[in-house]
DNA sequence: TTCGTACGTTGTACGTCGTACGGCGTACGA
DNA sequence: TCGTACGCCGTACGACGTACAACGTACGAA
């Protein structure tokens, strides 16, 4: 609306990445992005080949935030550094989660952290071959604990408790009869979650730990 | 088009399906739909109360393929099967990995599942918590894995050395200077990925052994 | 100073989407 | 036989991405 300056492509994903941050990813149209910017809808086509261009260049720059390891120092802090930087960004923007491992159009920040992660490993005595696994492993529990998250809603697994009661109860399943059929499934939802909540940091960070270790115990055997 | 019988949940939920994994999802449309079925877009109102909901019950029956965890048996060899099964249905439904773990609305096979992974954890010995845990690092891992397989269009890395050169090249850079800016990914990209082309099966059940036998190790400890 | 050219900007328009609404036929209990 | 309820669908509306052609303006050459 209100702020016309002058356009470019900085100027898009910029706004394009607050809007989506702002509202949701479903709010980005290129209408009311192009309002956002004081512009015409068309305009943006001057700067953004397209839609699907303006969402690479918007992922690639939640790339740009996260921090490269470092090659010198203890590849396992270096490692455990990537991944605690990498779920921030994609806590700040929940809409990129299931874009930034679509390999497809690579970015340049994209690229130059596949570098430095893949630097790490090697000098750290992975060989090829288990860097490779290393780096899968790791990105696979990252991007789909911040899909996990990201389901969630960002409030704890209350929610789910509440909703699935609702769920249970309206397939003609009495509330307390939860137990009967789910006994399992209750104790969780109401023992343990309600209560201190599943702290979401602490969890992946346990849970990245367990693979960092089990990484250790592999690094520089044969495999 | 052709098939027109009387319509109904089951078919229309059926057909959705396939026609998924037969097109993708972006193809999923209630007139695209409603053609197949031989119907009118509007009759699928009758048997779903909307988009929304239509994919809740795509994703529901993509629950209903996985084999659940005996609570008899071996725990670790138990997840694995589940855990192979899940990756098995996310790959025969690529359309249904970015949408399976939002725990908004979990349909009735959702919620069986979710029962039996926690029975199995609990009576192999783990604490409410641990179990919690233990469920989640598992399936951040095989969702996170299954939206990396989904990332590379089913293809090996080959795809991705290509999109990289070509994106190195574009950034006005020779192509053979990518091993100039890019040593380690070039090493990976050239020496390994091409070669015997990364097993895909492999590499997941390599990453699955290292956290499940890392949670072996927690079993039953303080935490 | 004038003017040609190139480029950023935009209004309009097309095809597609999800779905609200109201009318249509038909099967079935009274 | 007929009223009613329900499965079905044609039409229409607003929003989407974007092709296209017209418009303004900045700027180097004359």
Redesign the interface.
């Known amino acids: 609306m209100a702020p016309s300056a002058r356009l470019s492509r900085e100027r898009v994903l910029r706004e394009a990445v607050a809007l989506a941050d702002r509202e949701g990813i479903e709010a980005v149209t290129m209408r009311r992005l192009a309002d956002g910017l004081g512009a015409g809808a068309m305009s943006l086509y001057h700067h953004v080949p397209g839609k699907d261009a303006l969402l690479d260049g918007m992922v690639d720059r939640v790339f740009a935030e996260i921090e490269p390891p470092s090659p010198n120092g203890d590849w396992k802090a270096e490692m455990r550094r990537r991944a605690l930087s990498t779920r921030e960004a994609l806590h700040r923007h929940p809409w990129a989660?299931?874009r930034m491992?679509?390999?497809?159009?690579?970015?340049?920040a994209d690229?130059?952290l596949?570098?430095a992660v893949?630097?790490c490993l090697?000098e750290a005595g992975f060989s090829?071959?288990m860097?490779?696994?290393a780096y899968?492993?790791q990105?696979?529990?990252?991007?789909?604990?911040a899909?996990?998250e990201?389901?969630?809603?960002y409030a704890t697994?209350e929610?789910?408790a509440e909703?699935?009661s609702q769920?249970?109860e309206q397939?003609d399943t009495a509330i307390e009869e939860l137990a009967r059929a789910?006994?399992?499934?209750a104790?969780?939802v109401a023992?343990?979650?309600a209560q201190h909540g599943?702290n979401l940091s602490e969890?992946f960070e346990?849970?990245l730990d367990?693979?960092l270790?089990?990484?250790e115990r592999?690094r520089g055997d044969g495999v």
């Open positions: 989660v299931g491992e679509s390999t497809k159009t690579p970015g340049p690229l130059r596949h570098e893949l630097r090697r090829v071959e860097a490779v696994q899968s492993v990105d696979a529990y990252i991007y789909g604990y899909l996990q990201r389901g969630m809603g697994q929610q789910f909703t699935a769920r249970v397939m789910y006994p399992y499934l104790e969780v023992g343990h979650v599943h969890a346990f849970g367990v693979i270790d089990g990484l592999l």
